[in-house]
């Protein structure tokens, strides 16, 4: 009872600082997402007819092929873009550096590298059936948690050059986690443990139910987890010290987001592969169109994510049918660039 | 309501940064921290506001001390306004003032938001910066937009009779004179409606004309504590400086060039 007068003061106190336009901007992102959801729910190598569909009206494939096969993996794919976008957001505002993408500062690998050890070392140990489709996205919870952790502690001793150093452990994680994974896929004969491909490019093929709900569930936790903590992220830019004496609790939310952002991170990339970009790309993005204040931020970042990885997955369905390019390859081919482009802009004074 | 600290001896690395140090400041009351750089009047503000725990000596806002009070409660009884870091997004002038409107503030007085933010604007004189982008301002304006912020998060219905204390590292740093001497009146201002205040000047003559109260400092020790009529006297100055510093006694002006 108390919590959830709390969580209702909080969300009252975020309304009033959203601007009339920000609002506005919210409401037209959440109807772009609806509109990729159902496109990309209809279109693919197997047309779904979604309004025979709804009128009852549709052959029985097609609704196996809808309901088996293309909702999961749309929604897997809204949610994987949903988690990353906010936890791009988050980082960059924790880490007050707008380079703080979940894939170049080596989270998402470690988060791979978790999730694939457990494959291979720790799946003999998997009993129960509920416990095992818990247990890879949590492997990878830890993965990335201990790679926020170690960037934090770094960072913070290298003071204003942290920016730098952020990227370059980024660098060295990323080599490490795929030497590893490398390693792990080509030793392992476990039919589990996916292909190099998936780990480092990413794909929402064959995601199935029984493995997808427990991953909405911990996702979905780990955004509204995060949402609440805006005003607070908004104060911690003028700097921790400025915003400790403005009554944040600076370890508390430090906690809150290093943690949700692992847990987002961890079981994107446990059910979906490294997915690169999309943390940077969607939190910048957001950013130009609407303002730099999390209240709008977190929100936008979730459901301008959501968008862009259900195109970026239909468009990887689409290209070469009936075969996939890997997702990550588009959202890297968007992303980079864009990478690029933010570098030479915090070049200048 | 009364804010001291009693006995503070501070340590940081092995290095003495504070010794013996004992002062009190009263509602409505100047009290200007002087001294050498590396004396210890920042850490004094930390103190002071809670960012720092002394290894000896306590904090006390009234009897209590600062340690037993949350920090939402110690961010609502006091701001601090101090050298600011750089900041990384875009946000607006009007952005960083707003973050001087806490929660509770907010939770207690909705609807008067409006007001409070449109009163300190106008007191600040900062209406033209308002909309501007924060990381384009120079770094007098910056210094102006945070003190308008702290302002802002000590901001009462008229009719409030709770303590509030404004802590100034510096507060006049960067700025040209006029706005020098507009922020100090608008400190002493301040001052009269009852906010206790504590300021680090360099300025010995601003010092002198604006405080009730001062503190030399010297190498963390307290070497002088009181009116400035009294305490600032040409022997003690020139020997916390090193510098003969002389006081011309018709016109009380301090100089030392």
Redesign the interface.
Known sequence: MKSSTKLL??WR?NK??LSRSQISILIKLATLSLFCLMVATSIGSYEIPLLQIMLGDAQLLQQIVLIEIRLPRVILSALVGAGLGVAGASLQGLF???LADPGLIGVSAGAALGAALFIVVGSGVTTGFIAGVFLLPIAAILGASFVIIMLYLLTQGFGHQGVTYMLLVGIAVNAIASVAIGILTFVSTDAELRGLMFWTMGSFGGVTWPVLLPAIFIILIAIFYLLPSA?QL??I???E??A??????IKKLKYRIIFSSATAVGASVALSGMIGFVGLVVPHLA?LIGG??HNYLLPASALMGASLMITADLISRLVIQPAELPVGLITSAIGSPFFLWLIFRLRRP | MTICTKEIFLSINGVEILKNVSLEINEGEILTILGPNGAGKSTIVNVL?G?ITPQNGHTYYDERPIDSIS??????TR??M?Q??P?????SVK??I???W???G??AY?ND?EDAINKVIRECEVQDLVDRNFTHLSGGEQRRVCFARALL?LWRPSNSKEPRYLFLDEPTANLDLAHEIKILNLIKSKAEEGVGIVMVLHDLNLANRFSHRVVILKKGEVVGYGKPEVVLSEELLSSTYGLPINIDITSNIITYY
């Open positions: 003061r909080l106190i009033a600082f007050r550096n707008p005003r908004d104060i830019q003028l700097g010290p400025e400790y004496r403005l009554g944040v609790n950013r730099v204040n | 506001s960012d920090i939402q409660e110690r961010a609502f701001s601090v101090s600011i870091q900041i990384v997004f875009d946000f952005a960083i707003q973050m001087g806490l929660d509770r907010y939770a909705s938001y998060q």
